[in-house]
């Protein structure tokens, strides 16, 4: 079992950007999937982007070319995961999860929360227009 802890979230105007991070702690395995998902009030859980160990990444749709996951392994006790956003607006008001599982990540839109078996607490991001 892997444990997640998110934070960089806060407020933010139209055209912002914020970088959120997942610090991970625990035993990987060589194959692992890690993700950030979304949900805002009254919505369903949504796939943002997905990245494996061998870097291999997804996005949604609605982030593409505005949102970057990345990874770094080079750490003494796990890892830490990251969300570059940016051009944020409203529509991406939300509370980010991030999550992992012990497999690689399973391809093509779109990116599916029960694919992932733990989760963090979230952090939440609002953009006003």
């Known amino acids: 079992q892997v444990q997640l802890r998110e934070s960089g979230g806060g407020s933010v105007q139209a055209g912002g950007a914020l970088r959120l991070s997942c610090a991970a702690s625990?035993?990987?395995?060589?194959?692992?999937?890690m993700g950030w998902f979304r949900q805002a009030p009254g919505k369903e859980r949504e796939g943002v982007a997905q990245i494996d160990g061998d870097g291999s990444t997804t996005y949604a749709d609605s982030v593409k070319g505005r949102f970057t996951i990345s990874q770094d392994n080079a750490q003494d006790n796990g890892k830490k995961l990251y969300l570059q956003m940016n051009s944020l607006n409203p529509e991406d008001t939300a509370m980010y999860y991030c999550?992992?599982?012990?497999?690689?990540?399973?391809?093509?839109?779109?990116?599916?929360?029960?694919?992932?078996?733990?989760w963090g607490q979230g952090t939440q991001v609002t953009v006003s227009s």
């Open positions: 625990g035993h990987f395995f060589r194959e692992y999937c």
């Open positions: 999550a992992a599982d012990a497999q690689e990540c399973v391809l093509g839109a779109p990116i599916q929360p029960r694919h992932f078996g733990d």
